[in-house]
T-cell receptor, first 110, second 114 residues
């Protein structure tokens, strides 16, 4: 089945630790995105990449980092510098001007 | 940069009631418009989209939306809601052409009582 796979679905981490969320797609899409979803705030763009080895900051990039070494993969690292990391993270990809989403990853930092 | 405003944050309806969710955007050029739905515990799914042509677009599950360019609006409608329509609905906009960076509204939580 083609799609976007995010892992893990649920993740707990202690404050001060970096954590990496995986996003893999087999749709052959060029563009990939990371959004953060918080109650009442909708989806906010963290980073996006329109081509391999290139990525751009979104609206709330501080405390996050990404890489795009392969077309299929766009991992997101939540660093200890992110002040409020507990959230639902959504990876997406785009083709023909339409965004498709993965199932999301819940990150809880305690 | 574009922005999206969804006026209704929480909507509660009884089954068979009609639904209209408001969405307005601000952007000076041509746009593509979308509505996404997120059912409880599920990922976001595309309901419908507008790129060009007939401003009244029909999506899945009986939903439709009308693009009114003069009002910068793309309201979502359904004549008769069902309990299974309980979900969060997001409007999104992206400029046509150039870098494709969608902007989402804050979402509308819809609860349908049986």
């Amino acid at each position: 089945d083609g799609g976007i796979t995010q892992s893990p679905k649920y993740l707990f981490r202690k404050e001060g630790q970096n954590v990496t969320l995986s996003c893999e797609q087999n749709l052959n899409h060029d563009a990939m995105y990371w959004y953060r979803q918080d109650p009442g705030q909708g989806l906010r763009l963290i980073y996006y990449s329109q081509i391999v080895n290139d990525f751009q900051k979104g609206d709330i990039a501080e405390g996050y980092s990404v890489s795009r070494e392969k077309k299929e993969s766009f991992p997101l690292t939540v660093t200890s510098a992110q002040k409020n990391p507990t959230a639902f993270y959504l990876c997406a990809s785009c083709r023909a001007n339409t965004i498709y989403f993965g199932e999301g990853s819940w990150l809880t930092v305690v | 940069a574009q922005s999206v405003s969804q006026h209704n944050h929480h909507v509660i309806l009884s089954e068979a009631a009609s639904l209209e969710l408001g969405c307005n955007y601000s952007y000076g050029g041509t746009v593509n418009l979308f509505w996404y739905v997120q059912y409880p515990g599920q990922h976001l799914q595309l309901l419908l989209k507008y790129f060009s042509g007939d401003p009244l677009v029909k999506g899945i599950k009986g939903f439709e939306a009308e693009f009114i360019k003069s009002k910068f609006s793309f309201n979502l409608r359904k004549p008769s809601v069902q309990w299974s329509d309980t979900a969060e609905y997001f409007c999104a906009v992206t400029p046509s052409g150039g870098s494709y960076i969608p902007t989402f509204g804050r979402g509308t939580s819809l609860i349908v009582h049986p």
